[in-house]
Antibody, heavy 120, light 108 residues
């Protein structure tokens, strides 16, 4: 059974760093792209970027380029989303998701989400 | 970036109704269109991809159609578990693969 299990809720202060994780199981982690999606409180879905864990090829949405870093550790089947300096506007739910096949495919499996709250 | 516009943004319907949600792309995307369902507090779930292909395990009352710039999601006979927010997503041109703003389907 394909599963993406994300790390737990985070409460941080502005300026702090953070990384959240997405651990995959039930399939060959290195053969599928993983995406990160942001959902601001009460709002819609935003595609942040994708990574191919086998070679760490990474593509970012222009809106998120330079704002976050997506990485993966294929030895432990885990993808990461990280911030070097959080802002209050980063408060959101973050989902990881698996792309169904190649880059131009939808997301067929999703993590349960990680809630990040940034507040002074 | 390609802009995806859904209509309506929200509406009310009753169990047993047939409902249709539309999604329009700002430029042609062939059939690179997916529909997702999201319930409160839950991750989205893939319903349909390639505009009209039902994801495994999704009930057949869901169907999708369209190509180019105009697409529809139809639920043929609403069930209580179908009240949720629905999103379309284009995966034709990236980055990013943009989502529509969502359509919230509520019980009348």
């Amino acid at each position: 059974e394909v599963q993406l299990v994300q790390s737990g809720t985070e409460v941080k202060k502005p300026g702090e760093s953070l990384h959240i994780s997405c651990k995959a199981s039930g399939y060959n982690f290195t053969s599928y792209w993983i995406a990160w999606v942001r959902q601001l409180p009460g709002k819609g879905l935003e595609w942040m970027g994708i990574i191919y864990p086998d070679d760490s090829d990474t593509r970012y949405s222009p809106s998120f380029q330079g704002q976050v870093t997506i990485s993966a550790d294929k030895s432990i089947n885990t993808a990461y989303l990280q911030w070097s300096s959080l802002k209050a506007s980063d408060t959101a739910m973050y989902y990881c998701a698996r792309l169904r096949e190649a880059t131009n495919t939808p997301f067929d499996y999703w993590g349960q989400g990680t809630l990040v709250t940034v507040s002074s | 970036a390609i802009r995806m516009t859904q209509s309506p943004s929200s509406f009310s319907a009753s169990t047993g109704d047939r409902v249709t949600i539309t999604c329009r792309a700002s430029q042609g995307i062939s059939s690179y269109l997916a529909w997702y369902q999201q319930k409160p507090g839950k991750a989205p779930k893939l319903l349909i991809y390639a505009a009209s292909t039902l994801q495994s395990g999704v009930p057949s009352r869901f169907s999708g159609s369209g190509s180019g710039t105009d697409f529809t999601l139809t639920i043929s006979c609403l069930q209580s578990e179908d009240f949720a927010t629905y999103y379309c997503q284009q995966y034709y041109s990236y980055p990013p693969y943009t989502f529509g703003q969502g359509t919230k389907l509520e019980i009348k």
